[in-house]
């Protein structure tokens, strides 16, 4: 059971430990790690699976979706 | 024009990167800043004399930052805090911490090793940056002198804005030094949250069908400053309401249909009310464990609107029929839905009256619940109460009265023993006129009893309680009940003389023993003009009652035998 995250973010100093560092905490294990850059915007996908089965990743996309970088969040697997 | 509007104004003349710190700071309208000076922050502290930033030295940064943490919530605007770099930078870390775990708005200000040095193990050199990732909002190391306008706007923006929280600025040496001409910017303004109507809609019809609604809030009400809004529906509705500890004072503590606390050390009343509602309107708290106790069997029965600033937290934990994000006040303003719940709340009143607190404890001895009861009476409606953490702290959130939210400062989230006293400081400053006492414990006082000396410093005239069962008496009693009586490293017994400390800082103190010395103690606690210390002896065996022991439903509290 796993799931992907795909977060488009402003680049900025920290904001790549920041987000995974979240994703970590949260109660996710990071299985996989993608990232592309255009100029100032970037993404991020992670390939994710929760610790316990009772951690949401719809919660977690709104986490992340706090942070001051991250622009925007989608969210997709078998997770709810 | 706002402070980022301010900031926005072109800039002529290249100015120090020092310089251009204290007028950042100066144009958010920052009056007091928290600190501590030391190398990497010297040209900071440089720049200081002559501006409109009255400084106060604490003893130690983690009070800088405490301080900074009271004040941001008494005022509602970003406390500030300031530290060099290392160790300095690393003693703010359980201030941060503090504010982040209660959302409190604050800008902590770090020096750091200049640019070159920067990841070379330089002296003082640490990476509070990435230290401190876990803890804050948003975090800066400034790279260009030019930047700093823009970066501190956007800092006390980020703080204060939405759901608030700390944010760090780390400045390295060269870039404080060097001069630059500011780089112009946007002002920030913060986005609008547009009302949920379709959620508004069938939050009414919830309340119109609810037979026996409970009212749950907690802090967010005093960071979203919705006293009035969620007073006006609490008095609208009538349904009974039960606070988070850091929701205390947001319907004054004396009104009718409040019944207490919740959770772990709350009222009976409050978590029988929980488990039988039909109804849980949650407003700006979050199903802390504290609150909720064993999470599947909280609220059993109810339905739930969630109301919250914060979209995370809405079905975090606890999944709501209804969510909504946005201005608490708009939103419970939106909820004029009455429910038909007159036999609820008689049986609710009921139960408040049948568990009400007892206060006839046996003996001569002083009994703090009633000491602390008598102390809020009489210290009125002007007072703000800071706590530490410990058996004090729960005893205050039972037994005091609040009429609003920020006449209780306690650590709510982080539980930081030490809170108290820098937490008086911060408050004393926020607000001057009022009457501020910290009550605080024989273990707690001592983990930052050095702040005595910024009390006399600037003659604040705190008002210091300080409990003393010569134990760390939570933890004995958790021994007591939970680990067989195996009592382990919580004897205190070797504390110092307090009244003695006290006075060798040059603080009014005095200790008392005895029930009888009770009504004389708050009177010349209350009446005295400076800081004042009362060194009050306490049973060591009293215990907090209510409790629901770990891993329980909070209906099953254990209660002091009546």
């Given at each position: 059971?796993?799931?992907?995250?795909?977060?488009?973010?402003?680049?900025?100093?920290?904001?790549?430990?920041?987000?995974?560092?979240?994703?970590?905490?949260?109660?996710?294990?990071v299985r996989g790690i993608v990232m592309a850059e255009e100029a100032e915007k970037a993404s991020l996908t992670l390939d994710v699976q929760p610790l316990d089965p009772r951690r949401s990743l719809d919660v977690l996309a709104l986490q992340l979706g706090r942070l001051h970088e991250v622009r925007q969040v989608s969210v997709s697997g078998t997770l709810s | 024009m706002s402070p980022a509007a301010a900031h926005a104004a072109p800039a002529a003349e290249p100015k120090t990167g020092a310089r251009l710190v204290v007028e950042a700071l100066e144009c958010e309208g920052v009056r007091h800043i928290f600190g501590y000076p030391g190398g990497a922050i010297m040209p900071v502290y440089d720049a200081l004399p002559g501006s409109k930033l009255e400084h106060i030295l604490v003893r130690h940064e983690q009070a800088a930052a405490l301080s900074a943490d009271a004040y941001g919530r008494v005022t509602g605007q970003p406390g500030v805090c300031i530290a060099t770099s290392g160790p300095g930078a690393t003693n703010l870390i359980t201030g941060i911490a503090n504010a982040f775990l209660d959302s409190v708005?604050?800008?902590?200000?770090?020096?750091?090793?200049?640019?070159?040095?920067?990841?070379?193990?330089?002296?003082?050199?640490?990476?509070?940056?990435?230290?401190?990732?876990?803890?804050?909002?948003?975090?800066?190391?400034?790279?260009?002198?030019?930047?700093?306008?823009?970066?501190?706007?956007?800092?006390?923006?980020?703080?204060?804005?939405?759901?608030?929280?700390?944010?760090?600025?780390?400045?390295?040496?060269?870039?404080?030094?060097?001069?630059?001409?500011?780089?112009?910017?946007?002002?920030?303004?913060?986005?609008?949250?547009?009302?949920?109507?379709?959620?508004?809609?069938?939050?009414?019809?919830?309340?119109?069908?609810?037979?026996?609604?409970?009212?749950?809030?907690?802090?967010?009400?005093?960071?979203?400053?919705?006293?009035?809004?969620?007073?006006?529906?609490?008095?609208?509705?009538?349904?009974?309401?039960?606070?988070?500890?850091?929701?205390?004072?947001g319907v004054p503590t004396d009104t009718p249909s409040f019944l207490g606390m919740l959770g772990m050390h709350g009222m009976r009343a409050a978590n029988v009310a929980i488990d039988n509602c039909d109804l849980l309107i949650c407003v700006g708290a979050r199903f802390d464990d504290r609150a909720t106790g064993k999470l599947d069997t909280f609220a059993p029965r109810a339905k739930v609107i969630h109301i919250d600033r914060d979209p995370a937290e809405i079905g975090k934990l606890r999944r709501a029929e209804v969510g909504m994000c946005g201005d608490l006040s708009q939103i419970l303003d939106r909820l004029t839905a009455l429910p038909e719940a007159e036999p609820w709340k008689e049986q609710c009143a009921a139960q408040k009256a049948l568990w009400a607190m007892s206060y006839d404890a046996p003996g001569s001895g002083i009994y703090a619940p009633a000491l602390l009861k008598q102390l809020s009476e009489e210290a009125g409606d002007n007072a703000i109460f800071t706590c530490d953490v410990g058996q004090h702290q729960m005893w205050v959130a039972q037994h005091c009265r609040f009429t609003r939210p920020q006449a209780h400062l306690t650590s709510a989230g982080l539980g930081t023993m030490g809170y108290g006293v820098p937490a008086g400081v911060g408050a004393l400053l926020a607000e001057p006129e009022a009457t501020v006492i910290t009550v605080s414990g024989d273990g707690s006082i001592m983990m930052n009893i050095h702040e005595l000396a910024t009390i006399r410093r600037y003659r604040l005239p705190l008002k210091i309680l300080l409990l003393d069962n010569s134990q760390l008496g939570m933890v004995r009693q958790w021994q007591e009940l939970f680990f067989n009586e195996n009592f382990s490293e919580i004897d205190l017994a070797d504390n110092p003389d307090f009244a003695e400390v006290a006075r060798a800082f040059g603080i009014e103190a005095f200790t008392i023993d005895h029930r009888s010395q009770v009504s004389a103690a708050i009177e010349r606690l209350l009446k005295t003009d400076g800081p004042i210390l009362c060194h009050v002896r306490i049973d060591p065996r009293e215990n907090v009652w209510p409790l629901v022991p770990p891993n329980s439903s909070n209906v099953q509290m254990m209660e002091k035998s009546r």
């Open positions: 059971m796993s799931g992907r995250v795909v977060i488009d973010f402003a680049r900025a100093e920290g904001a790549l430990v920041r987000m995974i560092g979240l994703v970590e905490r949260r109660g996710f294990r | 708005p604050m800008v902590a200000i770090t020096g750091q090793v200049a640019s070159p040095l920067i990841g070379t193990d330089a002296f003082q050199e640490v990476d509070i940056f990435g230290i401190t990732l876990p803890i804050v909002k948003h975090s800066y190391i400034v790279r260009s002198t030019a930047d700093i306008p823009r970066i501190f706007a956007e800092a006390f923006h980020i703080a204060r804005s939405g759901r608030p929280g700390p944010v760090l600025i780390d400045l390295p040496k060269d870039v404080v030094m060097l001069a630059a001409a500011p780089a112009p910017f946007e002002p920030f303004v913060e986005e609008e949250c547009p009302i949920d109507e379709g959620g508004i809609e069938r939050a009414n019809a919830l309340i119109a069908e609810a037979r026996a609604p409970v009212l749950y809030f907690g802090g967010g009400i005093a960071i979203a400053r919705a006293e009035r809004a969620l007073r006006d529906f609490s008095e609208r509705t009538g349904m009974p309401s039960v606070a988070t500890l850091k929701g205390l004072g």
